[in-house]
Nanobody, 117 residues
Framework: QVQLTESGGGLVQPGGSLRLSCAASGSIFSFYTMGWYRQAPGKQRTLVASITSGGVTNSADSVNGRFTISRDNAKNTVYLQMNSLKPENTAVYYC???????????WGRGTQVTVSS
């Protein structure tokens, strides 16, 4: 089992920045692929960015160059640095931990990000 706790969401003006954090506990964090997903009202949950246990990153085209995912295995934490935020980035952002080979798939409860003037 992995417990995930997101933090860092809030209200920010267009063009602003936020850094989300996701603290993990309960298992060996470094073995997991970590991801950030988001879900806007009335829409499906979609991948924002992910980072493998080896540090390989992947991100959605819509956030390339603006959002950066990183991880600190010593702190059992994954981050999402979000710059140049747009109103369409408004959503609940969820942290995910996955080990596909073992069928492990854990989710946090989410943190709200609102981009509005």
């Amino acid at each position: 089992q992995v417990q995930l706790t997101e933090s860092g969401g809030g209200l920010v003006q267009p063009g602003g920045s936020l850094r989300l954090s996701c603290a993990a506990s309960g298992s060996i964090f470094s073995f997991y692929t970590m991801g950030w997903y988001r879900q806007a009202p009335g829409k499906q949950r979609t991948l924002v960015a992910s980072i493998t246990s080896g540090g390989v990153t992947n991100s959605a085209d819509s956030v390339n160059g603006r959002f950066t995912i990183s991880r600190d295995n010593a702190k059992n934490t994954v981050y999402l640095q979000m710059n140049s935020l747009k109103p369409e980035n408004t959503a609940v952002y969820y942290c995910n931990a996955r080990r596909e080979h073992y069928g492990y798939d854990f989710w946090g409860r989410g943190t709200q990000v609102t981009v509005s003037s």
